[in-house]
């Protein structure tokens, strides 16, 4: 949903996150593998993160909330695995906001040129 890791596991996702303990009835759908497609996956993540309490104002917000959650996870010393990980979520987040840069710029620009 965040666009900051990949989604073609979302029922092993499902899967984990249950035996974690975090319980909702879309990931319990997810876990057991009654998406019908991936864009069924995806409905049922954000209907686990509604259910859960887990939305956010802004994508920016829920991305900052991403990052703080896992981080202390991906700071083990020596993890290639972390390290490439927090180098993606850096690649992730700078591309929204250049994104967001250009369609302002190019709307300031856009307008002054009128």
């Given at each position: 949903m965040l666009g900051l890791e990949r989604?073609?596991?979302?029922?092993?996702?499902?899967?984990?996150?249950?035996?974690?303990?975090?319980?909702?009835?879309?990931?319990?759908?997810?876990?057991?593998?009654?998406?019908?497609s991936p864009e069924h996956a995806l409905r049922l993540l954000r209907s686990a993160a509604v259910e859960l309490d887990l939305?956010?104002?802004?994508?920016?917000?829920?991305?900052?909330?991403?990052?703080?959650?896992v981080l202390p996870d991906l700071v083990t010393p020596g993890s290639?695995?972390?390290a490439k990980t927090i180098f993606?979520?850096?690649?992730?987040?700078?591309d929204q906001l250049t994104r967001r840069a250009r369609r302002m710029l190019g709307l300031f620009f856009g307008h002054l040129s009128r």
């Open positions: 989604a073609d596991d979302l029922a092993g996702r499902g899967e984990n996150w249950l035996a974690a303990g975090v319980d909702a009835p879309s990931i319990r759908m997810l876990a057991d593998g009654s998406a019908r939305t956010f104002a802004t994508v920016q917000a829920a991305r900052s909330y991403y990052v703080q959650s290639i695995t972390g993606d979520l850096s690649n992730g987040m700078t």
